[in-house]
């Protein structure tokens, strides 16, 4: 997929959703005015009913603002009408009226020491009288400790596509494809799992960030997800918080101990603005949490570069740095100091020595081999320092022949 295809397919899943939420869950004060409400940033139990009122700003400025109450929403019609700063008017949202909130459906998630993740996404009906329908797949493997992350999109129907991501420690490995041309190359990069731009784009987001804020839903009682403890309520269009000329059904289940969203199912039918005009049909929406604590594993892919070279540094080396497969560095040690510090090294982590070492007055060269891999090092002398070059490699998969 390319990333216009990947950008324009999260605008309309986001959209999608918007149905049901009037924003995306992971940025609800962007369409939500928490000031009246007393809730707080993560997810409660409430323990009386939640009447929760808040300003909603409508979505687009041509947007027609509802005069009359619309399925799902209560409007107060003694307030009078707000404006945004852009000068467009806002509604007065009554939100469910049961005792059960879900404010944040990521709660917990980081505390897991691994799981996995599913967001379905389905859609039937028309636009503008023609036949649309698609669906799309979001799964997730975590793992914290060792950290991998195995994120695969999958999109049929309306934009076909698919997407592959596989984070292990640094390493970060894509590969997209259109079905109405060839797959792109893998790409590696190397990330900062804690930096800023490890999770730049909207697709990379956990699925529960995807699930929308439910307020005001109904205490269906006691209940076990695969053997875990959970909270069961029930909930229509109104703890969507939605203005949209829909309905909607759902029941969600919480973990008791953590709050974590164990499953969720929405069923929204009718239309909406956000989906554009003479758009219509329904929506489905199934997340389902599991394999909580199970081991988890991660190879690079075959036709990828490999990443991140796990191979240490002496203590002298400064002025690093790195590519995937290649890491530069200079050190006060002489070149042939350097060479038996990594046949020492390499030796512990299954390398072997492949020949013998190819010298010269000003540096040595040496390659190690573990299955189809090749790993190299150059010390070379210059200015008064040894500078380093480590490479890794490995023979096609292809090739063989």
């Known amino acids: 997929m390319t990333h216009s295809t990947r950008v324009a397919a999260v605008v309309v899943v986001c959209a999608v959703i918007s149905v049901l939420t009037t924003g995306c869950s992971s940025s609800p004060s962007k369409s ?13 139990r409430a323990t009386e009913p939640a009447e929760t009122e808040a300003a909603v700003t409508e979505p687009a400025a041509e947007t027609a603002v509802a005069t009359t109450p619309i399925s799902g929403a209560t409007v107060d019609e003694s307030v009078s009408p707000a404006t945004t700063e852009q000068g467009v008017p806002t509604s007065v949202v009554s939100f469910g009226p049961g005792t059960v909130d879900v ?3 990521t709660i917990g998630l980081d505390s897991l020491p691994s799981y996995h993740a599913v967001l379905t996404l389905e859609f039937s009906g028309t636009r503008a009288g023609t036949p649309e329908t698609w669906r799309l797949v979001r799964d997730l493997v975590v793992s914290h400790e060792p950290r991998i992350r195995i ?4 999109q049929t129907g309306t ?3 698919s997407r592959q991501r596989i984070e292990i420690g640094r390493s970060r490995y894509d590969r997209s494809q259109d079905i109405r041309s060839d797959s792109e190359p893998c790409a590696t990069s190397i990330i900062d799992p804690d930096g800023p731009d490890a999770g730049a784009f909207a697709d990379d987001a956990d699925p529960a960030a995807w699930l929308p804020v439910v307020r005001g839903a109904d205490d269906a009682g006691p209940d076990t997800v695969e053997g875990i403890p ?6 229509d269009q109104r703890a969507l918080g939605s203005l949209d000329p829909a309905t909607s059904v759902g029941e969600i289940w919480t973990a008791v101990d953590g709050g974590e969203v164990l499953r969720l199912h929405v069923e929204s039918v009718g239309a909406s603005a956000f989906l554009g005009h003479e758009t219509t049909g329904t929506l489905t929406l199934d997340y389902v949490l599991a394999e909580i604590g199970a081991p988890v594993t991660a190879e690079v892919p075959a036709d990828c570069v490999i990443g991140v070279i796990d191979a240490p540094l002496p203590d002298s080396a400064q002025d ?5 497969g290649l890491v530069r560095f200079a050190t006060s040690l002489a070149p042939a100091d350097v060479i038996a510090f990594y046949e020492q090294q390499l030796a512990a982590a299954g390398w072997v020595i492949d020949g013998e070492p ?4 000003t540096g040595v060269v040496r390659t ?8 190299a090092v150059v010390a070379r002398t210059r200015e008064g320092q040894t500078r380093v070059t480590l490479t890794q490699d490995r023979e096609p998969a292809d090739s063989a022949g």
Do not use: I, K
Not at 32 to 44: I, L, R
Not at 320 to 324: A, M
């Open 159 to 161: 934009a076909p596509s």
């Open 230 to 235: 959970a909270a069961h309520a029930t909930f």
């Open 320 to 324: 690093v740095t790195e590519r995937p």
């Open 151 to 154: 994120l695969t999109t999958t």
């Open 358 to 361: 190819m010298s010269s007055e």
């Open 368 to 375: 190690f081999l573990r299955g189809d891999e090749t790993f």
């Open 103 to 105: 404010l944040d459906p």
């Open 32 to 44: 939500v005015d928490e000031s009246s409400s007393s809730a707080s940033d993560a997810p409660t």
